[in-house]
């Protein structure tokens, strides 16, 4: 799901642009849909070369869309509620989490109470589509349907940032600290998801899954650990987030209370590479 940036490729084929506004700034760019489990990502963001023109282009991988839609399918065909368990509570958990140097006990800890918490989100992302869907066939394209959006708008947020990106460089000598950026449009791209996106517990959910990735690979995959971190520090910032609040809040977090915390965050990450305030767009 990074973004890939200012490269000539061949074009896949001739899509329609069409322009949207994104965190203020509006962008022209072309969808292109495909369905490849040969290809390692679910979308990709593209600034391609055309005729001398610079075109912004998404590309969606609906491959693993419809693959996880089916296990999440049969999971509520077998388990149709998930089990009751005792959620930790956020603060002891986002202390666990940060601990760089995590012994054993702790890390399966954590491990176990993400499982739950994984199994939790998907209950609450999904369950009243699986309600509503009449059969499998219909609950996937419902779900391919949303996962798109979500996705689409991930990509669209680093095609901003590469649009950002390429007139600061042109418009200042001094170099951009592209690890950090890599860093940062990431941790923005799943941010716009939650503002924009149209399931805030789906992405939560994605972001669950990747940090239980993380902790069991023990190394950093696309950041999912920091972005967790980000949005439970930001949440206990907030006034309606109660002192010794659970972890499973998560679960009934509202889009406008998502929104919330993700636009508090995203504006924090954009001081720091955007630099809109310098004048340089």
């Known amino acids: 799901m990074l973004g890939i940036f200012s490269f000539l490729i061949p074009a896949l084929a001739l899509a329609n642009q069409k322009p949207l506004s994104i965190w203020g700034q509006e962008l022209n760019y072309e969808v292109v849909s495909l369905s490849n489990k040969h290809r390692s990502y679910d979308g990709l963001a593209i600034r ?10 998404v590309i ?3 491959a693993y869309f419809q693959q996880e839609a089916t296990e999440i399918w049969e999971d509520f065909q077998y388990n149709p509620k998930p089990s009751v368990i005792v959620s930790p509570n956020l603060m002891t958990f986002l202390v666990n989490l ?8 702790q890390k399966q800890s954590l491990i176990s109470q993400l ?5 939790q ?3 609450a992302a999904w369950q009243k589509v699986y309600a509503k869907a009449k059969n499998k066939k219909e609950f996937i394209r419902l779900f391919i349907q949303t996962r798109k959006k979500t996705i689409e708008y991930h990509e669209l947020s680093h095609l901003l940032d590469a649009v950002l990106w390429e007139k600061q460089q042109l418009t200042s000598h001094e170099m951009r600290d592209e690890k950090q950026f890599a860093h940062d449009t990431e941790v923005r ?3 716009t998801e939650l503002v924009y996106g149209p399931n805030p517990q789906d992405s939560l959910w994605q972001i669950v899954t990747g940090v239980l990735q993380e902790i069991k690979q023990g190394r950093s995959i696309d950041y999912s650990v920091e972005k967790l971190k980000d949005i439970l520090v930001m949440a206990q910032a907030i006034n309606w987030i109660p002192r010794g609040e ?3 809040f998560l679960c009934f977090l509202s889009k406008e209370s998502a929104t919330d915390i993700a636009t508090k965050l995203y504006h924090r990450y954009t001081l720091a590479t955007h630099q809109w305030k310098r004048g340089l767009l």
Request: with cysteine; charged share 25%.
């Open 98 to 105: 940060m601990e760089t140097n995590r012994n054993f006990s």
């Open 189 to 191: 791209a799943f941010l």
């Open 121 to 123: 989100l998907q209950y």
């Open 48 to 57: 391609l070369n055309r005729s001398g023109k610079k075109i912004n282009r």
């Open 246 to 248: 659970l972890l499973c």
């Open 115 to 119: 499982g739950e918490l994984k199994e």
């Open 60 to 62: 969606l991988n609906t």
